[in-house]
């Protein structure tokens, strides 16, 4: 079992661009962001042995283990930088695995995420989603007792804004970290309103209880 990451991605912005990425973001995925090559999904690593060799590359066909060949290997890396799949989505996701457990609130002119990732948080697939769309604002908390770490970025115009780091102390939980975020947003809110009046006007900030 992987060590886990809770996330939170709130987005706001003109109504418009708004119900544009609640439709697009429907499921929230790593995959549909920043897609894998095909050629990692039927590619199987561990260790496993067959006709008593040991292998940690193989596909299943027909019920059978057919280990993925040192030159296969090589192509893979020359041209992903990685030969699996677990190796691809580190690099190119930040986290092993899709989005777990994804859960949505909408609000008037906010909509919320919040999901689970292995190992770490999904910080490129959220830069991913900040470039396509710079007119909506996108604060990503994210944090988890497991990985021992936490944060939250602000992303606006599709640049990385605003970064708070928080360090975990004995005692400190998840749940604490509910009210740093929405001080931390509360914060800073309206001196992004002040900056970027066209991205804010004829919005109301809505509080997530």
Known sequence: MPNWCENELSVSGPAEELKEFR??????????????????????????????????HWRTVEGKAIPVSEEEKKALHEKYGACHAIDWAHMN?????????????EHSNMVVYRFDTAWGPPVPVIENIAEMYPNLSFLF??????????????????????????EYRTGFYVEDLKDLDYNFSDKYSDSLRKAFPEMYSGTKHVAIE
């Open 23 to 56: 439709e697009f973001a429907n499921p929230l995925s790593a995959n549909k962001l920043i897609p894998m090559p095909e050629e990692f999904k039927d590619i199987e690593t561990g260790l496993t042995f067959i006709d008593g060799v040991k292998y940690t």
């Open 93 to 105: 996701w930040g986290t092993i695995w899709d989005f777990i457990d994804c859960k949505v609130e």
């Open 141 to 166: 908390s994210f944090g988890g007792i497991e990985i021992n770490s936490s944060g939250s970025i602000f992303y606006v115009k599709g640049e990385r804004n605003l970064l708070k780091h928080i």
